[in-house]
């Protein structure tokens, strides 16, 4: 069974920093894009940054420039280090994982189960 599981979140002011991690685990024989959605109260789950088993990168245009995504696949975890961060940051933020798993091959999308961030202005 695989899964990812979120740390790091917490209640900071505005323009403080923060960093988020997702650690993911399980019987897995790679895992391809990594990354980090967000749900803020009564909105729609959105993509916040994602990145590729490579150096590929994908943000938010509402985190360019403050947030930044990174991955250390040999520890199979993905970051998420949050800069400048506004009250309109505040959100669950998710992890998700697009795994490959062995035996027979096939791909398998996994969420973690969410780590809240809260931004105070």
């Known amino acids: 069974q695989v899964q990812v599981v979120e740390s790091g979140g917490g209640l900071v002011q505005a323009g403080e920093s923060l960093r988020l991690s997702c650690v993911a685990s399980?019987?897995?024989?790679?895992?391809?894009?990594m990354g980090w959605y967000r749900q803020a109260p009564g909105k729609q789950r959105e993509l916040v940054a994602t990145?590729?088993?490579?150096?590929?990168?994908v943000y938010a245009d509402s985190v360019k420039g403050r947030f930044t995504v990174s991955r250390d696949n040999a520890k199979n975890t993905v970051y998420l280090q949050m800069s400048s961060l506004k009250p309109e940051d505040t959100a669950v933020y998710y992890c998700?994982?697009?795994?490959?798993?062995?035996?027979?091959?096939?791909?398998?999308?996994?969420w973690g189960p969410g780590t809240l961030v809260t931004v105070s202005s």
């Open positions: 998700n994982a697009d795994f490959l798993l062995p035996n027979p091959y096939r791909r398998l999308e996994v």
């Open positions: 399980g019987g897995f024989y790679t895992i391809n894009a």
């Open positions: 990145m590729s088993s490579g150096p590929n990168r």
